[in-house]
């Protein structure tokens, strides 16, 4: 099929989703009768009246849908089946559900300014290894600039798909397929918050919905500022929040080896001094830590800034 035709097809179904989305009048849910052959084939038997000698939008969304969304960008992760039909008389729809998990899904059809939304539940498709969602997801920042994510192993599962968005909600995007049941990931940025969402595969490539969303903000760089007052350089800066304590280091050099000069365990310290002594100036970075059980996490350093002369 020609490119451009597929981008007017997936156009006039995109535009058939927001129509459906958008009707405010709800028609008689009782005119709709769905059915399923067991194997991810849908059928959908319509007799509403009002949808006669219209085009119907038809959207079916998968069991983790909550029915929130009401833009595209939130939703389109969630669809399982979208399309569009004229109505005429009685009219029967089949189509394929191709990740036909075990669940209460969601149609939303929509014709005329009306819709009909009705939930169905689907039994796991028979004769394939059964896989569950994968729970107990977990996000944790291990370094400047990575984050850890976990979650317990699903019986069944070959692989796993992570996916990430800087919104709880939307947005989610592929980053990796492992088969471990954690992933590292290292193109984080200090002071984003990320959300993270994880999906099992079985042997036949069928792939489950979305996790719960796992969250973690990771530490911001301290933006500081220094004083001189006499031989003491002032260093301070704005309050991080989630960490436990900040370190202070020093140098002679601007890119030379630099040394710890003050801990500070306490987040809601945000200032400290440091003596010069006979040395006309000193070169100070800072940054935040937390703790992760026992281990000590670094946040990314300040900009270098100089005291003295």
């Known amino acids: 099929m020609p490119k451009r ?3 007017c097809l997936f156009l006039s179904l995109c535009m058939c989703f927001v129509f459906a989305l958008s009707a405010n009048v709800k028609a008689d849910a009782s005119s709709v009768q769905i059915t399923d052959n067991g194997a991810g084939t849908i059928t959908v038997v319509v007799s509403e009246p009002s949808f006669n000698g219209k085009e119907m939008s038809i959207v079916c969304y998968d069991p983790s849908w909550n029915g929130a969304y009401t833009d595209w960008e939130s939703s389109k992760s969630h669809i399982v089946y979208i399309g569009q039909k004229k109505i005429n008389g009685v009219t029967t729809i089949s189509f394929k559900i191709n990740n036909s998990w075990g669940g209460d899904y969601t149609l939303v059809l929509g014709a005329g300014g009306q819709k009909i939304e009705k939930k169905f539940s689907l039994k796991k498709l028979t004769g394939l290894p059964n896989v569950d969602i994968p729970h107990s997801v977990k996000a944790v920042q291990t370094a400047a600039s990575k984050v850890k994510v976990s979650w317990k192993s699903v019986i069944n599962a070959v692989k796993y798909t992570v996916y990430r968005s800087t919104k709880k909600n939307s947005g989610y995007k592929k980053i990796s397929d492992v088969t471990a049941c954690s992933y590292t990931d290292k193109k984080c940025k200090a002071g984003k918050t990320y959300y993270y969402k994880v999906t099992a595969t079985n042997g036949q490539s069928l792939e489950t919905p979305k996790s719960d969303a796992a969250k973690v903000k990771l530490m911001a760089a301290p933006k500081i500022k220094v004083a001189l007052k006499g031989k003491t ?23 030379g080896k630099y040394k710890q000069a003050v801990n500070i365990k306490k987040a809601k310290k945000v200032k400290c001094s440091i003596k010069l002594g006979n040395k006309k ?14 281990k000590t996490v670094y946040g990314k350093y300040s900009a270098v800034k100089k005291a003295g002369k």
């Open 5 to 7: 035709l597929i981008s």
């Open 233 to 255: 350089a002032v260093v301070s800066w704005k309050k991080i929040k989630g960490v436990k304590g900040y370190k202070v280091y020093t140098s002679d050099k601007k890119k």
């Open 281 to 294: 100036s000193c070169y100070i970075k800072v940054r935040a830590y937390k703790k992760n059980g026992k």
